[in-house]
């Protein structure tokens, strides 16, 4: 009953994978191929970022930003093992610290695309604005 309840928080992580399950594996198994997938955007946009940073600002802006991304994910890892000792007792723990991971980690492509791949006047970002919208209740 409780992964039924849960499986509905992770439907909308991203409509284009649907993570209800029949088994907590299977569910698992979806939510890992979820988080590639969003690793990967991260890495796209983490990328696109350190990029420009490199061609337009100083060079220890850049060496900051690799260190915050860095930091990020220790921050992330601390985070969503917390999470999954909070759900220790049950077989969810594991769903419920990869719904973690993903959320954070398209929270982190958010604020990189607004912070680094964004300009202050009307020049095209220099990637399409991340969606978290599913993340913020917005649909």
């Known amino acids: ?3 039924l309840a849960a499986l509905t928080l992770f439907a909308d992580q991203d409509r284009s994978i649907d993570c209800r399950g029949e088994t907590t594996p299977a569910v698992e198994a979806c939510l890992r ?9 991260l890495a796209r946009y983490h990328d696109a970022a350190l990029a420009r940073l490199r061609r337009n600002s100083a060079k220890d802006v850049a060496i ?3 260190d915050s991304q860095r930091r990020w994910l220790s921050y992330r890892e601390a985070e969503c093992g917390a ?3 909070d759900w220790s007792g049950g077989t969810i723990r594991g769903t419920m610290e990869l719904d973690c991971e993903i959320r954070l ?6 604020a990189i695309w607004a912070q ?3 300009y202050a006047d009307n020049t ?3 990637l399409p604005r991340s969606p978290i919208g ?3 209740g917005e649909r």
């Open 1 to 3: 009953m409780l992964l």
């Open 33 to 41: 191929q979820n988080l590639t997938k969003q690793e990967a955007e």
């Open 64 to 66: 900051k930003f690799v």
């Open 83 to 85: 999470v999954f000792a």
């Open 105 to 110: 980690t398209r929270l982190r492509t958010f």
């Open 116 to 118: 680094w791949l964004t």
């Open 124 to 126: 095209p970002p220099v």
């Open 134 to 136: 599913s993340l913020l």
